[in-house]
């Protein structure tokens, strides 16, 4: 059926309108763009505006027909995305999209997503990217955000990669940063490496001080050990 969608979208259309079954109806368009993703891009561009249930401000069929196509031609499906127009589709889309792209060569999508003009698309585009790159590789991402020239985006991307770093492996992350040399630069990146805090102290973990004000307007510190 997914086949027949992506080869004849106006046959398998009409064929659909003839349904009454109104869970059935709520699949055609992810069936319709799953196949144009794969066999017919320019078709599932078309389909995407004049689908009657949604278009590009639809978000899940807009990131159903990018994955599609990121499947075979990653690329093009990465320019496409970053042509929508500014919203949730388009950054939903462009995620989906480098996520899958970074699986074939991290580097380059990392160096295409550093491109990105719109910081709000550049920095959502980066953590996609990141998220994938650092399950694969973590130290060979921050080494590439180092390399970024622009001083304003490469400390994007080094924040970016070293925050998703340090939440799946924190000791890793934190011993990375501190073979930079000392400055404002690794001061911010202790902080943005530290892994999020829990409610809770851990076995073997220092408790933190407590200043604990007093009755008579004085305050003491209390320590926990």
């Known amino acids: ?26 699949l055609l368009p992810h069936l ?29 069929q807009t990131v159903c027909f990018g994955k599609e196509w990121a499947a ?14 500014e919203g949730g589709a388009k950054e939903a889309a462009l995620k989906s999209v480098l996520r899958i792209w970074a699986y074939q060569d991290a580097a380059g999508v990392a160096g295409w997503a550093e491109q990105l003009p719109a910081q709000e698309s550049r920095a959502s585009a980066l953590e996609a990217v990141m998220e994938t790159w650092i399950e694969q590789d973590p130290r060979a991402a921050p080494i590439w955000a180092e390399g970024v020239k622009d001083p304003n985006r490469k400390s994007e991307a080094l924040s970016t990669g070293l925050r998703i770093w340090g939440q799946r492996e924190p000791a890793e992350a934190r011993q990375w940063v501190e073979r930079l040399p000392e400055g404002r630069e690794k001061t911010a990146l202790r902080e943005v490496a530290k892994p999020p805090r829990t409610k809770g102290i851990a076995v073997g973990e220092e408790a933190p001080d ?16």
């Open 1 to 26: 059926m997914i086949g027949w969608a992506g080869k004849d979208a106006a046959g398998f259309r009409s064929w659909s309108e003839k349904l009454t079954d109104p869970e059935e109806k709520k």
């Open 72 to 85: 075979v031609n990653p690329q093009a499906a990465a320019d496409w995305a970053k042509s929508l127009a």
């Open 210 to 225: 407590f200043t604990v004000p007093t009755l008579d307007g004085k305050t003491f510190k209390l320590s926990i050990s």
């Open 32 to 60: 319709v763009l799953h196949g144009l993703g794969r066999l017919n891009p320019s078709e599932g561009i078309a389909q995407l505006k004049n689908w009657p249930a949604g278009g590009d401000s639809n978000a899940s």
